[in-house]
């Protein structure tokens, strides 16, 4: 299943993005080895990031977000965890 992770950033989250960054691509690294990563990026209007993931279940999903470090270490405020559906691009 796919899931669509919306991390909103805090007041001072693009000055922490710059220190904890590796760490947080360091927490995305096996999940895109496996596939799992459909895309992921930062908003251009520096207001947080969005993941889409495979994962197995709304838990996993949410575990995944909880554990990352942007939001251990305050960069994301807020964070959302919703299923998703994807029509396009079509899988192949």
């Known amino acids: 299943m796919k899931?669509?992770?919306l991390g909103f950033d805090g007041p001072d989250g693009e000055a922490k993005r710059k220190i904890h960054r590796p760490a947080h691509l360091a927490k995305m690294e096996p999940l895109?080895?496996?596939?799992?990563?459909?895309?992921a990026g930062p908003l251009s209007d520096?207001?947080?990031s969005l993941?889409?993931?495979?994962?197995?279940?709304l838990e996993e999903a949410q575990r995944f977000a909880?554990?990352?470090?942007y939001t251990i270490h305050g960069?994301?405020?807020?964070?959302?965890?919703?299923?998703?559906i994807q029509v396009f691009p079509k899988e192949r």
Do not use: N, Y
Not at 66 to 69: F, S, T, Y
């Open 51 to 57: 993941i889409v993931i495979e994962a197995d279940s």
């Open 66 to 69: 909880r554990e990352d470090p």
């Open 32 to 39: 895109d080895l496996q596939g799992r990563v459909v895309l």
């Open 3 to 5: 899931f669509v992770i």
């Open 75 to 84: 960069i994301f405020e807020r964070v959302e965890v919703h299923p998703f």
């Open 46 to 48: 520096k207001t947080g």
